[in-house]
T-cell receptor, first 111, second 114 residues
Framework: QKEVEQDPGPLSVPEGAIVSLNCTYSNSAFQYFMWYRQYSRKGPELLMYTYSSGNKEDGRFTAQVDKSSKYISLFIRDSQPSDSATYLCAMSANSNYQLIWGAGTKLIIKP | DAGVIQSPRHEVTEMGQEVTLRCKPISGHDYLFWYRQTMMRGLELLIYFNNNVPIDDSGMPEDRFSAKMPNASFSTLKIQPSEPRDSAVYFC????????????FGSGTRLTVV
């Protein structure tokens, strides 16, 4: 079993819909949780960064961490075609522990 | 800052040839990472450096792969000899000591070994 599980998709939704992307993990020591967005033929770019449990909001994006369930989510409101990309979750136990990456979910927003 | 700069963007080479990938990290970043990305295996960490010193190279597939960081502004990843199964996109990323999650990735080098 992988340490981090993420459905590769693709996930296709109409423009304007609310998107929910998720990752599950097995290591209860993880405390730092990240979401990266990767456009085709580009490197990943950091989208959201949260520590421990709770929610964090940034514009149309909300990151949610549920440590009791070992489950993290990224919500995108009012989705746009420009949100079409692959979304990767990543997590770590501490500052000296390297990131463990999910496989990435390909998201397609249809105009 | 121009971000993390990788070269070349694309490389096509014949099996058995030596390949050298280059990376210039963001100035002031303490950590440098080399990743490989494929459809089958996703993002794989190959090696990382802290203040130019290699810390963990356990992800390097085999002895055909080597990486160096002679100074804070330059790193290379070399494959010798190259094989078709090395075909992938190779990313370099850097970050500061403090920003654990704040990796900045380059645009990658798409390597094709024929």
């Amino acid at each position: 079993q992988k340490e981090v599980e993420q459905d590769p998709g693709p996930l296709s939704v109409p423009e304007g819909a609310i998107v929910s992307l998720n990752c599950t993990y097995s290591n209860s020591a993880f405390q730092y949780f990240m979401w990266y967005r990767q456009y085709s033929r580009k490197g990943p770019e950091l989208l959201m960064y949260t520590y421990s449990s709770g929610n964090k909001e940034d514009g149309r994006f909300t990151a949610q961490v549920d440590k009791s369930s070992k489950y993290i989510s990224l919500f995108i409101r009012d989705s746009q075609p420009s949100d079409s990309a692959t979304y990767l979750c990543a997590m770590s136990a501490n500052s000296n522990y390297q990131l463990i990456w999910g496989a990435g979910t390909k998201l397609i927003i249809k105009p | 800052d121009a971000g993390v700069i990788q070269s070349p963007r694309h490389e096509v080479t014949e099996m058995g040839q030596e390949v050298t990938l280059r990376c210039k990290p963001i100035s002031g970043h303490d950590y440098l990472f080399w990743y490989r990305q494929t459809m089958m295996r996703g993002l794989e960490l190959l090696i990382y450096f802290n203040n130019n010193v290699p810390i963990d190279d356990s992800g390097m597939p085999e002895d055909r792969f080597s990486a160096k960081m002679p100074n804070a502004s330059f790193s290379t990843l070399k494959i010798q000899p190259s094989e078709p199964r090395d075909s992938a996109v190779y990313f370099c990323a850097s970050r500061t000591q403090q920003e654990l999650g704040g990796y900045t990735f380059g645009s990658g080098t798409r390597l094709t070994v024929v």
